[in-house]
Structure formats: C-alpha cells, structure tokens
C-alpha cells in the first residue's frame, strides 16, 4: 500500500511537470491533459505494451486517470507563477517519483520473467518514457538525451535492485535499495549540478 501511494504521488508529480509545459507553450485545457498523461503514464505503458501486459496498469486502475485530471486542475488553478515556488521543490518530488517508478518497473519485469538486464531497460523505460513523449510532442530535445545525470540515475538503481534480488530473496529490500540509490543519485545531481561529458563533433 505504501509503495502503491508512492506510485500515485509519482503520478502526479510527473502529471504536473506536463501542465508546466503545456503551459510555457500555451496550450489549451485539451492539450494540458494530454502532456500530463503522456508524462505521469506514457512510460509504464510503453513498459506494459513491451512486455505483454495487457491490459495496460493505468486501464485496470483508474486511479491513476483521476489523479492525473485532479492534478491538472489544481495546477491550473493554483500555480499561476511557477517561479515562486523555492528551486529545489518540483525537482525534489520528481526525484522522489522517479525512483519508485524504476523500482516498479524493475518489479513488474522480473515478475514476468525478464533478465536482469531487460528489467533494468524496462526500469528506465518506465521512470523516463513519458518525459521522453512530453519533450517530443512540446517538440524538444528530450532530458534523458542531454548532459543532465537522469537516466543515469535510473540505471544505477535498477542494477542494485536487480544485484539486490540475486543476492536476498527479500524482493521488498532489494526494491528500496534500488530506488534509494536511484534517490540518492537524482538528488547529488541537483544539488551540486552534476552531469556527463557531452559528446561533440568539430565543424
């Protein structure tokens, strides 16, 4: 139950990083909805549709469907001035959502039988797919394709939840080792800026 209210608070903070955008390129109340659910779900469906899933988790549960609306609207209606907020807010709950959404994927892999190697790749799907869809539908590059440590950070956790499951058949521990590391990871990035070499070609 605790990793379930983790999973929807995930949900809706991704669901609010989509309203920011949607709303720094003004788009109308359908296309806020749209790029809060491509953000908050986008990710475990690609997940569920690789895998087999069907139906997709957010179709069973429609949970997920009302936060994503109920976050739309209160983040319409209440942060007008998103540079109020201090800095480290959004980013500190999306580092919060971003590792209970690679545990679960991890998780969801291994329960259906997946290699390591493919539930650490279904991990990273599932935390950073549907930033990946926002960026390409508001037509940017997307972050996980940039410099910044985010992905990376998923990868590492998902192979110490994955080593965790070799090791201990606690698959409980072997989850919150996982996405700590994953936290831990997210959270050094931001406070110290911390990002990979990029690769450039000379003109």
């Known amino acids: 139950m605790i990793l379930y209210l983790f999973d929807l608070f995930g949900t809706a903070v991704f669901a609010i990083s989509g309203v920011l955008v949607a709303g720094r390129l003004r788009m109308d109340p359908f296309g806020v909805v749209v790029l809060?659910?491509?953000?908050?779900?986008?990710?475990?469906?690609?997940?569920?549709?690789?895998?087999?899933?069907?139906?997709?988790?957010?179709?069973?549960?429609?949970?997920?469907?009302?936060?994503?609306?109920?976050?739309?609207?209160?983040?319409?209606?209440?942060?007008?001035?998103?540079?109020?907020?201090?800095?480290?807010?959004?980013?500190?709950?999306?580092?919060?959502?971003?590792?209970?959404?690679?545990?679960?994927?991890?998780?969801?892999?291994?329960?259906?039988?997946?290699?390591p190697l493919v539930a650490v790749i279904m991990g990273v799907i599932t935390a950073c797919g549907g930033g990946i869809?926002?960026?390409?539908?508001?037509?940017?590059?997307?972050?996980?394709?940039?410099?910044?440590?985010?992905a990376t950070a998923c990868i590492a956790g998902g192979i110490v939840h994955t080593l965790a499951v070799q090791v201990s058949p606690d698959t409980i521990t072997a989850s919150l080792a996982g996405m700590l590391t994953t936290l831990l990871i997210r959270l050094a990035a931001i406070r110290w800026h911390l990002s990979l070499p990029p690769f450039a070609l000379d003109r």
Do not use: N, Q
């Not at 491509?38 to 469907?65: E, N």
């Not at 690679?102 to 290699?115: E, M, N, P």
């Open 36 to 115: 809060a659910c491509a953000t908050a779900i986008g990710g475990g469906t690609v997940r569920d549709m690789a895998m087999g899933a069907t139906p997709a988790f957010w179709i069973t549960d429609s949970t997920y469907i009302w936060v994503i609306l109920a976050t739309c609207v209160a983040t319409m209606l209440l942060i007008r001035h998103p540079r109020r907020l201090p800095w480290y807010v959004l980013p500190c709950a999306d580092a919060i959502g971003l590792a209970v959404f690679v545990g679960i994927g991890v998780d969801k892999a291994l329960s259906y039988g997946a290699s």
């Open 133 to 150: 869809i926002r960026d390409v539908l508001a037509r940017e590059v997307p972050m996980v394709l940039r410099t910044e440590v985010y």
